[in-house]
T-cell receptor, first 114, second 111 residues
Framework: NAGVMQNPRHLVRRRGQEARLRCSPM?????VYWYRQLPEEGLKFMVY????????ESGMPKERFSAEFPKEGPSILRIQQVVRGDSAAYFCASSPSVFSGTQYFGPGTRLLVL | GESVGLHLPTLSVQEGDNSIINCAYS??????FIWYKQESGKGPQFIID?????DKRQGQRVTVLLNKTVKHLSLQIAATQPGDSAVYFCAENREGNKLVFGAGTILRVKS
């Protein structure tokens, strides 16, 4: 049973470009979460989505960041007009239901903004 | 604000010894906690979890203890092996399935 998949694993962007990060949850999981991790820090919650719905985006910056989880296909975290401060590891997690608190994480996407 | 935090940023143990990693939390309403292991360049890996109606839970070589009175939990690893070297995070599941992570403890196993 494949785990959570993320791509790309590494992404390099210049300031002002757009970054698109993809996440495919574990089979049978309909809940997706995005977290950001700065070097030598813990993960910080960004957004929680179900299919076609954003449930909680309280951790998302107000501007430039957006997330979606369409009916078909992976969840996408989109960062517009990236700045150097966006450089971080972005992790996606999934869970089978809202009643299961356990979240299983993907390998992450390392974003570097030059 | 409320947070989950760790006492020791780095823990060095001899191979074969037992390891204890501690974590304090401040939200007394929290009812579910998870320990994750993160190796360099990888995502967090689920180790063990515990709900607030329990004081102790055991897995394979790992035990989690929860003390609600002082809002403290710990992860015990028996017979620590070199493969246990990693960063360990405790995480608190807040309302709405939002995980709040501590800063992490680095575990180094000396052979």
């Amino acid at each position: 049973n494949a785990g959570v998949m993320q791509n790309p694993r590494h992404l390099v962007r210049r300031r002002g470009q757009e970054a698109r990060l993809r996440c495919s949850p574990m089979k049978g999981h309909s809940h997706v979460y995005w977290y950001r991790q700065l070097p030598e820090e813990g993960l910080k919650f960004m957004v929680y989505l179900q299919k076609e719905n954003i449930i909680d985006e309280s951790g998302m910056p107000k501007e430039r960041f957006s997330a979606e989880f369409p009916k078909e296909g992976p969840s996408i975290l989109r960062i517009q007009q990236v700045v150097r401060g966006d450089s971080a590891a972005y992790f996606c997690a999934s869970s089978p239901s809202v009643f299961s608190g356990t979240q299983y994480f993907g390998p992450g996407t390392r974003l570097l903004v030059l | 604000g409320e947070s989950v935090g760790l006492h020791l940023p780095t823990l060095s143990v001899q191979e074969g010894d037992n390891s204890i990693i501690n974590c304090a939390y401040s939200n007394s309403a929290s009812d579910y906690f998870i320990w994750y292991k993160q190796e360099s360049g990888k995502g967090p890996q689920f180790i063990i979890d515990i709900r607030s109606n329990m004081d102790k839970r055991q897995g394979q070589r790992v035990t989690v203890l929860l003390n609600k009175t002082v809002k403290h939990l710990s992860l015990q690893i028996a017979a620590t092996q070199p493969g246990d070297s990693a960063v360990y995070f405790c995480a608190e599941n807040r309302e709405g399935n939002k995980l709040v992570f501590g800063a992490g403890t680095i575990l180094r196993v000396k052979s």
